[in-house]
């Protein structure tokens, strides 16, 4: 390949990064290994006889699609062995654009790679059930099929009633607040009563191995955190959106960061999800 046509190639890839990041994001739930598999689809880019190519946008998205699909396989047998609650790597302050939050994420933990893909490609990204068919190499019928199933799976991931993001971000700041100076009173005033906890320290940091689940329980937990946090201190980074939810950063007292994103309904925290594993954080530093 001539100099000329290695620039004139990658100046067709370097606009769709972005967004093929994070389709792959969103497939696998890591950031690194999004990054790797759009990495390797610029490899494969740079490789193809291009001039057969006629929507290169359309041609890279199957190839992430395609290597998502097979590190799936993988990646799900890592996880059924993981310590611990697992967690997506977190996106901070990411562009609300095409977002999708962290409990729908978790939902599609739920679905077959197929199902996955069908869904996101068409109900996150818009993608039309004919191109869908290509890249999965199902047929249009089938691929309606696989995304019908995946919706009615994640319908009840989506939250009742949608906050505003200024209003999020007001109440991630007291929960800090009241969780680190021990005022259990208005911490307890903040949380639903099903509201559940959970922790991914990936078997590396000090983390529940269960979610914790109900009110009494979730209100021990913090309990018992109020008195670490005042003997060793628990700085606020900054509060943001994590993965689609309102949250705040932390660095802890071992110097490591941290992360908290609350599901809210209708006013009340219904879920916390604290991503302590250092491997999952490292893109934030």
């Excluded at 869908?132 to 696989?146: D, G, H, N």
Aim: net charge negative; with cysteine; proline share 5%.
């Amino acid at each position: 390949m001539s100099e000329a046509d290695h620039r004139d190639a990658a100046a067709i890839f370097e606009p769709l990064r972005r967004r093929l990041t994070r389709v792959a994001y969103r497939m696998l739930g890591s950031v690194a290994d999004a990054e790797d598999v759009v990495q390797e689809a610029f490899i494969r880019w740079m490789g193809a006889n291009r001039s057969e190519v006629r929507e290169p946008e359309a041609f890279l998205r199957r190839t992430v699609t395609r290597l998502c699909l097979d590190q799936l396989k993988s990646a799900r047998h890592r996880r059924e062995t993981y310590i611990g609650p697992w967690l997506p790597e977190p996106i901070v302050e990411e562009d609300e654009e095409e977002d999708i939050a962290l409990p729908l994420m978790l939902a599609l933990e739920r679905l077959s790679p197929l199902e996955r893909a069908a869904f996101l490609l068409h109900d996150v990204f818009g993608i039309d059930f004919e191109e869908i068919a290509v890249t999965i190499q199902r047929s249009p019928a089938a691929c309606r099929q696989l995304a019908g199933r995946a919706r009615a799976h994640v319908r009840e991931a989506r939250p009742r009633f949608q906050v505003e993001k200024e209003r999020g971000l007001e109440i991630a700041n007291a929960f800090f607040a009241a969780s680190r100076n021990g005022d259990m009173a208005k911490l307890g005033a903040m949380l639903a009563a099903d509201v559940s906890m959970h922790a991914d320290g990936g078997g590396k940091r000090t983390a529940s191995p269960l979610p914790v689940l109900g009110y009494d329980h979730v209100m021990e937990v913090h309990e018992a955190l109020a008195v670490l946090f005042r003997q060793h201190g628990s700085n606020l980074v900054r509060t943001a959106l994590i993965n689609g939810l309102p949250g705040f950063v932390t660095r802890e007292a071992d110097g490591e960061l941290q992360t908290t994103a609350l599901e809210i309904d209708d006013g009340k925290i219904t879920a916390i999800y604290v991503m302590r594993n250092p491997d999952k954080l490292r893109h934030l530093h």
